[in-house]
């Protein structure tokens, strides 16, 4: 499997402030993904993150709150923008690997409580 | 709309009973079948893949799969307080992007 370190682990934020999430992978990495999961719900896809270009956003989310960086095989950052208290929620990195393309593999979560 | 249909649960089961927990999915093009493990406050891990028609076994794990029906199912056998969690099924197609159900919560009691 691979490691997938997201940072930080935990945020509160004050509405209309945005915040950076940074997704670390130890491995060749295929593809890049970032999931929204809210308490007691499955996990939503925002969006593919794309080497090089701009991601690939889910129905309801677009890059203006969303935006995606993936400057390399294997790191990708995700920012919320313009927080509100509906963005408080779970953000996970997910990571499909070079020989595993099949499976993905998740970060540790990004718990997000916006006051 | 692709869609991953999972019982919410709780299933309870007593320590070293069989648990059962079903899927089923909408996708017929679906080629990639999963299931995750997600203990309260953590992140999914993956427990367990399968790909064709039948049964798989890891440890007590066993994951079946019939793609005629759309039905995914995992069995964990001699169930221990330790596998209590929810259990997420994800399905994926040749995009090779997964999509998830909602859960089923499983809690194994003493």
């Known amino acids: 499997s691979a490691v997938i370190s997201q940072k930080p682990s935990r945020d509160i934020c004050q509405r209309g402030t945005s915040l950076t999430i940074q997704c670390q992978v130890d491995s060749q990495v295929t593809m890049m993904f970032w999931y929204r999961q809210q308490p007691g719900q499955s996990l939503t896809l925002i969006a593919t993150a794309n080497q090089g270009s701009e991601a690939t956003y889910e129905s309801g989310f677009v890059i203006d709150k969303f935006p995606i960086s993936r400057p390399n095989l294997t790191f990708s950052t995700l920012t919320v923008s313009n927080m509100s208290p509906e963005d408080s929620s779970i953000y996970l990195c997910?990571?499909?690997?070079?020989?595993?393309?099949?499976?993905?593999?998740f970060g540790q979560g990004t718990r997000l409580t916006v006051v | 709309q692709k869609e991953v249909e999972q019982n919410s649960g709780p299933l309870s089961v007593p320590e070293g009973a069989i648990a059962s927990l079903n899927c089923t999915y909408s996708?017929?093009?679906?080629?990639?079948f999963f299931w995750y493990r997600q203990y309260s406050g953590k992140s999914p891990e993956l427990i367990m893949s399968i790909y064709s028609n039948g049964d798989k076994e890891d440890g007590r794990f066993t994951a079946q799969l019939n793609k005629a029906s759309q039905y995914v199912s995992l069995l964990i056998r001699d169930s221990q307080p330790s596998d209590s969690a929810t259990y997420l099924c994800a399905v994926s197609g040749g995009s090779y992007i997964p999509t998830f159900g909602r859960g089923t919560s499983l809690i194994v009691h003493p």
């Open positions: 996708d017929r093009g679906s080629q990639s």
């Open positions: 997910s990571a499909s690997i070079r020989g595993r393309d099949t499976e993905a593999f």
